[in-house]
């Protein structure tokens, strides 16, 4: 435990997608392993208030947290790694920096001063870098600064990495910049001219990197290492070798093998020991060693871009793990699932998740697929607007509700089985303002939820704005669609099941959000294992 908190600060350079998160969870990874109490925090350049508004195409999925941050989905590996929950303080964007720095302009803060990016938006960049570092909770504070050295957008923050660099002083504060070695297949060889001159543009702001990680395809020879070294200004044993890896849980023991932990402990000026990384190679036996495997289809209209579901996606390879079982996620475009093809599309599926969403685009095919393996009696998970789609299907197919539709895709629909939240329905900005992060949820003891969770009352995270329509719940529980779960304040209902299915569940909230290495969701191992047993009969 340390006694005034260190920094490390990981940049990128050459280009984007190297896995800057991952790096970065990686050595939080063996810091933790080691005793030091570490958390990590994401500095995103765009203008965005709140990633909440950014298209999945564009930006891959809005990881949501336990205090109802919409952030970046870093922060999800972030906690899937460390197994500790972020919160509003470990994502910060130019938008938010901006709409701090203006409203308190708007307020006289500054007293008739001509407000500049140097000093008030740097100034607040460096606070919010240091709140987290203030609250005594931590030894260690990883940030991570998106985009790459050279983009407008990131200047200031590189700036303000420059300051507090000053400001904290020798052994306070390091520098670690992820670049890539690309290999010329014409030539057979590894390139560093990249690499030099991503560390030229950031020496030209004032900072200097203490360590580079070097993504590459091939071995870096000690001969590529010390030129690196040499033309880069660093150490030799700074220089990191990160080879593209089969799995990103592969990556801490990598790091370790090339001493990326005891490289910064060092810098830091702080003690370096084994950590300790048992639980976390038991997962990783478990996971590349597995008894058999499952086919599970994911149903949505983002599938084409993996990034879209991406804790989805990583939640099953826990619960996969858990099971000892490989899971086998085939994404199907909704969109393109009609009654005529939906036999050929989903009958060798051993279980179907039909996953969450907005708007109206692909959700017959979401419908069609519900109303498939509901009467096919194979295993159902289905999540936020995925829950909503199992109601529609019911309501239409057994309770004979024609047309019965939610309000988000048809305003007139004469039987609303899916409403606009009260809450919501005097909401006109569309930005933050959905019902977010953890909200109580009350389990019915006769029920999968209950032998799920083995509890009565949990607590789940949310990003959602319409709701079960209670004045359906009684005819729809006398046709036999039940709800199992329910906020205890508001009636609203979170967790929909047909106890005459093998295995059928829906739920308003996101428990992939919640799955991490050392606790896969117990909903995500249930159902892989309801696949499981779907498969063997």
Not at 35 to 48: A, E, H, V
Not at 339 to 344: G, L, T, V
Not at 404 to 420: F, G, K
Request: glycine letters at 8%.
């Amino acid at each position: 435990m340390t006694k005034e908190p260190k920094y490390i600060f990981v940049t990128g350079g050459v280009s984007s997608s190297l896995g800057k998160g991952i790096i970065a969870a990686s050595l939080a990874k063996l810091l933790q392993a080691q005793g030091y109490r570490t958390t990590i925090q994401k500095l995103d350049p765009y203008i965005n208030v709140d990633p909440g508004t950014l298209n999945p195409y564009e930006h891959g999925e809005c990881y949501v947290t336990d205090d109802g941050a919409e952030t970046d989905l870093d922060l999800g590996h972030y906690e899937r790694f460390l197994n500790v929950p972020t919160s509003q303080a470990n994502n910060v964007t130019t938008g938010r920096i901006y709409q701090s720095v203006i409203d308190k302009e708007r307020r006289g803060e500054f007293l008739g001063k001509t407000v500049q990016v140097i000093p008030h938006i740097t100034d607040e960049i460096k606070h919010r870098i240091q709140i987290l570092g203030n609250s005594g909770d931590y030894d260690i504070i990883i940030t991570e600064i998106g985009g790459t050295v050279g983009d407008i957008e990131s200047l200031p923050y590189i700036e303000a990495v420059r300051q507090l660099q000053w400001d904290l002083g020798e052994h306070n504060a390091l520098v670690i910049h992820l670049t890539l070695i690309p290999y010329l297949s014409a030539a057979g060889e590894l390139k560093t001219k990249p690499t030099q001159h991503s560390v030229k543009t950031l020496m030209e702001s004032g900072v200097h990197a203490d360590i580079l990680v070097c993504r590459t395809e091939h071995e870096l020879s000690d001969s590529l290492k010390a030129k690196l070294a040499r033309f880069c200004n660093v150490k030799k044993e700074a220089v990191i070798q990160s080879i593209d890896a089969s799995t990103i849980y592969d990556v801490p023991n990598l790091m370790l093998e090339e001493g990326l932990d005891k490289v910064v402990l060092k810098e830091l000026n702080l003690k370096s020991d084994t950590p300790d990384l048992k639980r976390w190679n038991e997962f990783l036996k478990r996971h590349k060693n597995p008894k058999s495997t499952v086919t599970i289809g994911l149903i949505g209209k983002y599938v084409e871009l993996q990034d879209s579901y991406k804790s989805i996606l990583e939640a099953f390879i826990h619960a996969g793990a858990e099971n000892e079982v490989s899971v086998n996620v085939e994404p199907i475009h909704s969109e393109y699932l009609t009654p005529e093809n939906i036999a050929f599309k989903l009958q060798h599926l051993d279980g179907v998740l039909v996953a969450p969403g907005f708007g109206e685009r692909g959700i017959e095919g979401k419908i069609e697929a519900v109303k498939f393996v509901r009467e096919n009696n194979i295993p159902f998970l289905g999540i936020c607007l995925g829950m909503q789609m199992a109601v529609i299907e019911y309501a239409r197919n057994v309770l004979k509700l024609e047309n019965a539709n939610s309000i988000e895709m048809d305003e007139e629909t004469e039987h609303p089985v899916i409403n606009l939240m009260e809450s919501q329905k005097d909401v006109i900005n569309k930005g933050g303002t959905m019902r977010l992060g953890s909200w109580d949820c009350k389990i019915e003891t006769n029920s999968i939820a209950y032998k799920v969770y083995g509890a009565s009352n949990i607590e789940e995270r949310h990003r959602h704005r319409f709701e079960f329509n209670n004045a359906y719940k009684s005819q729809m529980e006398n046709v036999g669609m039940k709800a199992t779960g329910f906020n205890p304040e508001t009636e609203l209902v979170e967790i929909v099941e047909i106890p005459s299915h093998p295995w059928f569940v829906g739920v308003q909230y996101h428990p992939e959000y919640k799955s991490t290495v050392a606790n896969p969701h117990p909903l995500f191992v249930e159902f892989v294992s309801a696949a499981l047993k779907h498969k063997k009969k």
